[in-house]
């Protein structure tokens, strides 16, 4: 019996394939950041770090093996390979069909340069993120008259183009939205899909007669990304507002979802809604004249200023997705975003009619593709069976079917889910009912275990001693604070590790816990405010 238990393939795995993939890693390794030792031990042939003792490497092998992304010959610049456009658009055609719903909400695309007198026309936001600005200066041999930056964030060029497009209460509200990549040079280590120097995101941009509106427009988009992430990825996400030292530099207020990566204890950002007050307005001067006009002691029409929203999610999902689910054995795809859904195998054994269980697979093949469901054969004759297994299991689609001489026998095919390893003998006659159920039960799984574990990870302290030792054990901790700056510098000044950064705010969630009138902050002793999240991060 083969390692599988399933009857013996009698094809070798070639070892001709094992050194060409060998050397596919090798070739992709040049074009990487990575250390040349490092390069060494690692061949194509499996994920060879382990989840819970090296998480760096195993989830960049994750991203590698698993076929998201290729490195480039550029520090943080990725190839997103069809498994994640596959997801990303998915994601992008779901966010669409809920913009829709949210109503008036118009699809443009702004240039990706932008003058280098529009981005620091605004200075106090762009102020922090300088050092993150990359430059186009020349162009051909001559040097450019004015340099420009490539969009690390589109406000300077949206917002004079609301200035012109805005003049009376009938323009409002007005919503777009854009589907672009932005370039922010970072210089931190990158890491895949998390921290580039490149992403794509889509990013919103929202301007009302009212701050009520505003206000409930933040909310609803908060709430289509939350559903993004526990409908679509199967990560759960808590929702909650930011800070004021963590919040956007140009907002009134931010909200965010944030994720938990149990196994390296941090938090990560992953999608942010901002209530931009008037602060953009005032500055790009994009005012209105309103339903009944008013007027100044000199009879001018008075133009009340707009309120704005801007709101945006990135390929960074891609990566808290991977993170989450990803195993020993690579990545874990949940079926909604799968490319594959299913993928089928064919059995042979010596002596087999290779060519009757082939057309078998294709019949396999043809019947769930009827029924919706995105299914490939693996019919490729150099590589064993098992190697196959692996394979698929490293790029984490959902289902393998196995198909062999005594599955044909018997009308059935060997159902193997990849999240749980369980196997089952399905009967042809009820494939398309099965395998429906199951996409339907791993996506629910999925989901299921995520929200477990996160919620396994919440510890609710209130004093600095268990605060210390909840962030010591890796633990999303749940703290009552009371909402002062200087003290969350304080918790980040004194939980700086060696190598590591210290923690801060999360958020403080939405959904609080009951404050009791005398509780105090776990950091000051003052009393507090709110409960909030607080640990280390991406
Ligand atoms: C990096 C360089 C320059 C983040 C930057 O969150 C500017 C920025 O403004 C910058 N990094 N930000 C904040 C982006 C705020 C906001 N923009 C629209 C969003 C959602 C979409």
Not at 196 to 220: I, M, N, P, Y
Request: hydrophobic letters at 35%; a neutral charge; glycine letters at 6%.
């Amino acid at each position: 019996m083969s390692k599988s238990g399933r009857e013996e393939d009698v094809r070798s795995s070639s070892s001709q394939s094992m050194v060409e993939k060998t050397l596919e890693v090798a070739k992709a390794s040049v074009f990487g950041e990575r250390k040349e030792k490092e390069m060494k031990k690692e061949t194509r042939l499996g994920i060879s770090a382990k989840k819970d003792e090296d998480f760096p490497s195993w989830y960049s092998q994750v991203c590698r093996f698993g076929e998201l992304i290729t490195l480039s010959d550029t520090k943080g610049l990725y190839i997103l390979e069809p498994s994640a456009t596959k997801i990303w658009n998915t994601l992008r055609s779901y966010m669409d069909a809920e913009l829709e719903k949210l109503g008036g909400v118009e699809e443009k695309k702004f240039p990706m340069l932008i003058k280098r007198d529009s981005l620091e026309k605004e200075k106090d936001h762009i102020e922090g993120f300088k050092p993150e600005v990359a430059w186009v200066t020349r162009a051909g041999e001559h040097d450019l008259p004015t340099p420009y930056a490539l969009r690390p964030t589109s406000e300077t060029i949206i917002y004079p183009y609301f200035k012109n497009r805005i003049r009376t209460h009938r323009d409002l509200p007005m919503k777009v939205n854009q589907w672009v990549n932005v370039v922010r040079w970072e210089v931190s280590d990158p890491i895949p899909l998390i921290r580039g120097r490149e992403f794509d995101w889509q990013e919103g941009h929202s301007a009302f007669a009212t701050k009520e509106e505003a206000d409930e427009e933040v909310l609803e988009v908060l709430n289509i990304y939350s559903r993004v992430y526990e409908d679509l990825l199967a990560v759960p996400v808590i929702k909650g507002r930011k800070s004021d030292k963590e919040k956007f530099a140009g907002a009134d207020y931010t909200t965010s979802v944030e994720a938990f990566i149990p196994t390296t204890g941090r938090g990560v950002q992953a999608a942010t809604s901002h209530c931009l007050g008037q602060n953009f307005a005032k500055m790009f001067e994009i005012a209105f004249e309103d339903k009944e006009v008013k007027r100044d002691k000199k009879g001018k029409i008075i133009k009340p200023m707009v309120w704005q929203n801007s709101w945006g999610l990135s390929t960074r999902s891609i990566g808290v997705m991977a993170m989450t689910h990803g195993d020993e054995k690579g990545l874990v795809l949940p079926p909604k975003v799968a490319r594959h859904q299913v993928v089928v195998i064919p059995v042979p054994f010596k002596g087999a009619d290779t060519k009757r269980i082939s057309q078998e697979c294709q019949a396999v093949k043809a019947t769930l593709q009827g029924a919706g469901v995105r299914v490939i054969v693996d019919e490729q004759e150099n590589y064993a069976c098992g190697w196959k297994y692996a394979d698929w299991e490293m790029k984490g689609v959902p289902l393998r079917i196995e198909l062999g001489p005594r599955d044909l026998e018997k009308n059935q095919v060997r159902v193997v889910r990849r999240d749980t390893g369980a196997k089952m003998d399905v009967l042809r006659v009820d494939l398309v009912e099965k395998v429906k159920d199951l996409l339907e039960v791993i996506q629910r799984d999925l989901y299921d275990v995520a929200k477990r574990k996160l919620e396994e990870c919440i510890h609710k302290v209130e004093t600095w001693d268990e605060f210390k030792e909840a962030l010591r054990l890796k633990k999303l901790v749940l703290a009552p604070w009371c909402d002062e700056v200087e003290v969350e510098n304080d918790v980040k000044e004194n939980t700086k590790g060696e190598n590591e950064a210290g923690a801060k705010t999360l958020c403080t969630p939405f959904d609080q816990p009951e404050l009791r009138e005398d509780t105090l902050c776990f950091a000051s002793g003052k009393p507090a405010k709110k409960w909030t999240y607080w640990g280390r991060s991406y």
